[in-house]
């Protein structure tokens, strides 16, 4: 069965400074890999995702993210924190075959920004 | 810009009542899906259309919870009777379909916030 771990539950920046969210995941294929942003009381929406090719993948809001096999890792990444990036975070694996595309979430990194 | 519609965005019920959520998906998504997030957790999947299709309802609580989809377009959950650990949040998304080796992005909505009393 497909998981994945978000190692840190709360994480504080100020704004301006790189943030690195740590994603790692278990699943027995090439996985799909997704990074999806939730404000409070809002939907998900998605920051970017990983299908295959180029390891390093880029999103939107200026956030990237970086696939290496050999760790088990997704890794989200930003060079520099707006005090609007404040929110939760979840990094999910997409299953393939007749899985019918089921995602499988991590337990979330909440980012808060310091001015 | 195309949304994922639902409601109602907050529902406070008592123990033992029946709750009904409404989700429209994104016109001309055929896969629709509804997740359950408790707090402090990321979302878990309760169930799967395909069109008016269940293809995976493994983690729906069938003895208190059902899902519609008779025309394959909008979708109603339903909790029957409503119990104190049912209080969370209920996510609908919908994707293109199939999900072509299982990457289609999923849409979601804003969600539905119910608390049990």
């Known amino acids: 069965a497909q998981s994945v771990t978000q190692p840190d539950i709360h994480i504080t920046v100020s704004e301006g400074a790189s943030l690195e969210l740590r994603c790692n995941y278990s699943?027995?294929?090439?996985?799909?890999l997704f990074w999806y942003v939730q404000s409070p009381g809002q939907g998900l929406q998605l920051l970017l995702k990983?299908?295959?090719?180029?390891?390093l993948v880029q999103g939107i809001k200026g956030f990237e993210a970086e696939f290496k096999r050999s760790q088990s890792s997704f890794n989200l990444r930003k060079p520099s924190v707006h005090w609007s990036d404040a929110a939760e975070y979840f990094c999910?694996?997409?299953?393939?075959?007749?899985?019918?595309?089921?995602?499988?979430f991590g337990q979330g990194t909440i980012l808060t920004v310091h001015p | 810009e195309a949304e994922v519609a639902q409601s109602p965005r907050y529902k406070i019920t008592e123990k033992s009542q029946a709750v009904a959520f409404w989700c429209d998906p994104i016109?001309?998504?055929?896969?629709l899906y509804w997740y359950r997030q408790i707090l402090g957790q990321g979302p878990e999947l309760l169930v799967q259309f395909q069109d008016e299709s269940v293809v995976d309802d493994s983690q729906l609580p069938k003895d208190r919870f059902s899902a519609e989809r008779l025309k394959g377009v909008d979708s109603t959950l339903k909790i029957q009777p409503a119990e104190l650990g049912d209080s969370a949040m209920y996510l609908c998304a919908s994707s293109l379909a199939p999900p072509a080796g299982g990457g289609g992005e999923q849409f979601f909505g804003p969600g539905t916030r119910l608390t049990v009393l």
């Open positions: 999910a694996v997409g299953a393939g075959g007749t899985s019918y595309g089921k995602l499988t």
């Open positions: 016109s001309g998504h055929a896969t």
């Open positions: 990983y299908f295959s090719g180029d390891t």
């Open positions: 699943y027995g294929a090439t996985p799909y």
